[in-house]
């Protein structure tokens, strides 16, 4: 869940990344309205990707929605192995996330003075958005964690980052969303704050 640079195990199911756009048709004009239709993803078809960032995080996926064609909801089949995270501990500003837990266990580490909850077989678990809702998951049993990510694809965005002071921002896409349509992208100190007229050329020369 989470960043979406290409430098970091991306923010941002979002289902956070890397999505590849679908190629227009061969004429280049976009499809008409009577040409869509419906489109299955079907895992078994879908390479894996990898992400790995030192020795705490690391994790499999594949983009299950991008590849159906979907607009407002993001969906990826994540897969992290024993003793690993996925993303760095996060919250987001402007999307709703939700887990689906197909295999194996974990933890998902909450907000100080939450529960952590536990993370097994046919767990559902809706992640709003906000700082109530911050989180990670955490693998720490002894078989792959198979989950599916979910999340609305609503932006601008602003993703926050409890454990370095940090902030992401996504103007033009979401996290999960196609890079290339990006206006604003990037990750800030949190504590990187200037006056509203700071650099503003309020004199005329």
Not at 38 to 67: I, M, N, Q, V, Y
Not at 109 to 121: C, I, K, S, W
Not at 125 to 142: H, K, M, S, T
Not at 186 to 202: K, L, S
Request: glycine letters at 10%; hydrophobic letters at 30%; one cysteine or more.
């Amino acid at each position: 869940m989470a960043p979406d640079s290409s430098d970091a195990p991306a923010d941002e199911p979002r289902t956070d990344d890397d999505a590849d756009t679908d190629a227009d048709d061969a004429d280049g004009d976009a499809p008409s309205e009577s040409d869509l239709a419906p489109t299955a993803a079907r895992a078994a078809d879908l390479d894996w990707s990898a992400s790995e960032r030192g020795d705490r995080f690391a994790f499999r996926r594949k983009r299950l929605a991008d590849r159906a064609g979907g607009r407002d909801l993001g969906c990826s089949l994540y897969e992290v192995p024993p003793g690993k995270r996925p993303w760095p501990t996060h919250y987001h500003e402007g999307n709703e996330e939700a887990l689906y837990v197909l295999s194996g266990s974990g933890t998902l580490l909450t907000r100080e003075g939450a529960a952590d909850l536990d993370l097994e077989p046919d767990t559902y678990v809706a992640l709003p958005a906000g700082a109530d809702y911050v989180r990670q998951i955490e693998n720490d049993g002894d078989e792959p964690l198979r989950y599916l990510a979910l999340s609305t694809m609503n932006h601008p965005d602003v993703t926050v980052y409890p454990d370095s002071d940090k902030v992401g921002v996504f103007c033009g896409a979401p996290p999960g969303g196609d890079k290339t349509a990006r206006t604003l992208h990037g990750y800030f100190p949190r504590d990187a704050e200037v006056g509203y007229w700071d650099g503003e050329p309020t004199d005329e020369e």
